[in-house]
C-alpha cells in the first residue's frame, strides 16, 4: 500500500508514521510537511534513508502539488493542521487556511483520484460538557466555541459534504485530547514538564478544574490504523483515552509528584477565553465494530512521557527555537 501522510512531523503524525514503518514494512510512506513551529523531521529520523519513505516540504494549500501526490498513492491520511488552542485566540488566519482551506484542496484531489482519505479530528468540535452531560460520541452535535475547534468544525464538515456530494470514499476521526513522546512544549504536559526540569512553576489556567479526557499517542494511532484499514466509508469514529475525565489540578499534581517537585510549583494565572469546561468521549463505536479500546493507563502513560522527556532534553532544546520563546512571553508573562 502506498500512503500520504500529511503533517507527519508532527506529535501525532510522526508517532503515526513510526507506527506505521514498523508494523507495515511493505507499506510506502509519504510524508507532506511544510514543517511549521511545531514540526520537526528529527521526530522520523530514523526512517531518512529507508527505501519505503519520503518526505516532502510542502503546503496541503498547494493544489499542483497536493494533486501530483495523491494521483500515485492509495490512501489519504490528514494530521496537518494548526493545533494550539491559544495560538488560535492570538490569530485564526492561519487556522482557516490550514485547517479549512487545506482540507479543501486535499478533497478535491482525492474526489478527482477516487482515494481514500482518512481526517484526523478532535473532540473539540463538539464544544464543551456540563458536568452531568453524557459523553461525547458520534452523533453529538457539531458546537465548536474556540477559532481552533470552530476550524476543525469546518473541515469535519467539508469532509461529510464530500463523501455525500460526491461520493468520496472518506472516514472521519474524532479523539480526545493526545500525550506522549515528540508532542510540542505548548501543549499543557510537555510545557510542565520542561517547566518543572528548569524549576519553573506551572501555570494552571482559572481554577484547574476543567476536565480532558486524556489517551496515549499509542492508543490513538493503533485506532487509526483500524480506522483506514477497516472503517466503513463515510462514517466518524470516536476515540478517547483509558481513565477519562481528569481535571487540570489532578493532572498537575500528578505531575509535580512524579517529578519530585510539591504544590508551591502551582501558578494560578489567567483563565483561556472561552475555555471549554469538560470534554469526554464515549468510543463504544469503535469499540464494538473492531475491537479497538485504550491500553494505557493515565499515571503509566505519565511516567513514561515524563521519561521519554527526561532521556530527549536535546530534542527540547531543538524545538525550543526563537519563535518558542517569542510566544512563551507572549503568552505567560503579565498574565
Ligand atoms: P502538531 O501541531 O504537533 O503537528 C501538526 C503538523 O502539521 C506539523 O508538523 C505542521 O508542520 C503540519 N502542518 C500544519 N499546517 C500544514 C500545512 N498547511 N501543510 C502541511 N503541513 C502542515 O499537531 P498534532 O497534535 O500532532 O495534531 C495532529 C492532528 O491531530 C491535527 O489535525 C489535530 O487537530 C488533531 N488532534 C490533535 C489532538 C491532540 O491532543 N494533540 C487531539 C485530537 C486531534
Ligand atoms: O481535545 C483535543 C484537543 O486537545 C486537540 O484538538 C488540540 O489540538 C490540543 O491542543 C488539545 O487542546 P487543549 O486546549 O485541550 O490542550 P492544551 O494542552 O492546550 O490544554 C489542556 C488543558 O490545560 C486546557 O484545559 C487548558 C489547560 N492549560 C493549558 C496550558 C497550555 C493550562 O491550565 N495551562 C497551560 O499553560
Same mark, same amino acid.
Given at each position: 500500500?502506498?500512503?500520504?501522510?500529511?503533517?507527519?512531523?508532527?506529535?501525532?503524525?510522526?508517532?503515526?508514521?513510526?507506527?506505521?514503518?514498523?508494523?507495515?514494512?511493505?507499506?510506502?510512506?509519504?510524508?507532506?510537511?511544510?514543517?511549521?513551529?511545531?514540526?520537526?523531521?528529527?521526530?522520523?529520523?530514523?526512517?531518512?534513508?529507508?527505501?519505503?519513505?519520503?518526505?516532502?516540504?510542502?503546503?496541503?494549500?498547494?493544489?499542483?502539488?497536493?494533486?501530483? #501526490?495523491?494521483? =500515485?498513492?492509495? !490512501?489519504? &491520511?490528514?494530521?496537518?493542521?494548526?493545533?494550539?488552542? $491559544?495560538?488560535?485566540?492570538? *490569530?485564526?488566519?492561519?487556522?482557516?487556511?490550514?485547517?479549512?482551506?487545506?482540507?479543501?484542496?486535499?478533497?478535491?484531489?482525492?474526489?478527482?483520484?477516487?482515494?481514500?482519505?482518512?481526517?484526523?479530528?478532535?473532540?473539540?468540535?463538539?464544544?464543551?460538557?456540563?458536568?452531568?452531560?453524557?459523553?461525547?460520541?458520534?452523533?453529538?452535535?457539531?458546537?465548536?466555541?474556540?477559532?481552533?475547534?470552530?476550524?476543525?468544525?469546518?473541515?469535519?464538515?467539508?469532509?461529510?459534504?464530500?463523501?455525500?456530494?460526491?461520493?468520496?470514499?472518506?472516514?472521519?476521526?474524532?479523539?480526545?485530547?493526545?500525550?506522549?513522546?515528540?508532542?510540542?512544549?505548548?501543549?499543557?504536559?510537555?510545557?510542565?514538564?520542561?517547566? #518543572?526540569?528548569? =524549576?519553573?512553576? !506551572?501555570? &494552571?489556567?482559572?481554577?484547574?478544574?476543567?476536565?480532558? $479526557?486524556?489517551?496515549?499517542? *499509542?492508543?490513538?494511532?493503533?485506532?487509526?490504523?483500524?480506522?483506514?484499514?477497516?472503517?466503513?466509508?463515510?462514517?466518524?469514529?470516536?476515540?478517547?483515552?483509558?481513565?477519562?475525565?481528569?481535571?487540570?489540578?489532578?493532572?498537575?499534581?500528578?505531575?509535580?509528584?512524579?517529578?519530585?517537585?510539591?504544590?508551591?510549583?502551582?501558578?494560578?494565572?489567567?483563565?483561556?477565553?472561552?475555555?471549554?469546561?469538560?470534554?469526554?468521549?464515549?468510543?463504544?463505536?469503535?469499540?464494538?465494530?473492531?475491537?479497538?479500546?485504550?491500553?494505557?493507563?493515565?499515571?503509566?502513560?505519565?511516567?513514561?512521557?515524563?521519561?521519554?522527556?527526561?532521556?530527549?532534553?536535546?530534542?527540547?532544546?531543538?524545538?525550543?527555537?526563537?519563535?518558542?520563546? =517569542?510566544?512563551?512571553?507572549?503568552?505567560?508573562?503579565?498574565?
Amino acid at each position: 500500500m502506498k500512503i500520504l501522510i500529511c503533517g507527519g512531523a508532527g506529535f501525532i503524525g510522526s508517532n503515526f508514521i513510526l507506527y506505521l514503518a514498523e508494523k507495515y514494512p511493505d507499506y510506502n510512506i509519504i510524508n507532506l510537511d511544510k514543517l511549521n513551529y511545531a514540526a520537526n523531521l528529527k521526530n522520523v529520523k530514523k526512517l531518512e534513508g529507508s527505501a519505503n519513505y519520503k518526505f516532502i516540504k510542502g503546503d496541503i494549500c498547494d493544489k499542483n502539488l497536493v494533486f501530483d #501526490l495523491v494521483k =500515485d498513492v492509495d !490512501v489519504v &491520511v490528514n494530521f496537518a493542521a494548526e493545533t494550539h488552542v $491559544d495560538r488560535s485566540i492570538m *490569530d485564526s488566519s492561519i487556522f482557516i487556511k490550514s485547517n479549512v482551506q487545506g482540507t479543501q484542496v486535499l478533497l478535491e484531489a482525492a474526489k478527482e483520484y477516487d482515494k481514500r482519505f482518512h481526517h484526523i479530528s478532535t473532540d473539540e468540535v463538539f464544544g464543551a460538557l456540563g458536568p452531568d452531560d453524557p459523553s461525547f460520541d458520534e452523533m453529538t452535535p457539531y458546537n465548536p466555541r474556540n477559532p481552533y475547534s470552530a476550524s476543525k468544525a469546518a473541515a469535519d464538515h467539508l469532509v461529510r459534504a464530500y463523501f455525500h456530494t460526491f461520493k468520496v470514499p472518506v472516514t472521519i476521526s474524532n479523539c480526545s485530547n493526545n500525550y506522549g513522546p515528540y508532542q510540542f512544549p505548548e501543549k499543557i504536559i510537555p510545557l510542565f514538564i520542561c517547566n #518543572l526540569f528548569e =524549576d519553573k512553576k !506551572v501555570p &494552571v489556567y482559572g481554577d484547574g478544574q476543567q476536565i480532558r $479526557d486524556w489517551i496515549h499517542v *499509542d492508543d490513538h494511532v493503533r485506532g487509526i490504523d483500524m480506522i483506514i484499514h477497516k472503517g466503513k466509508e463515510g462514517e466518524t469514529y470516536c476515540l478517547g483515552g483509558k481513565d477519562s475525565e481528569i481535571t487540570n489540578l489532578y493532572l498537575t499534581k500528578t505531575l509535580i509528584q512524579l517529578m519530585d517537585k510539591d504544590d508551591s510549583y502551582i501558578e494560578y494565572v489567567k483563565d483561556r477565553p472561552g475555555h471549554d469546561r469538560r470534554y469526554s468521549i464515549d468510543y463504544g463505536k469503535i469499540a464494538s465494530e473492531m475491537g479497538w479500546e485504550p491500553l494505557i493507563g493515565f499515571k503509566d502513560g505519565l511516567r513514561s512521557t515524563v521519561d521519554w522527556y527526561q532521556n530527549n532534553k536535546n530534542w527540547i532544546d531543538d524545538v525550543r527555537s526563537g519563535d518558542y520563546r =517569542d510566544y512563551y512571553k507572549k503568552q505567560y508573562i503579565n498574565r
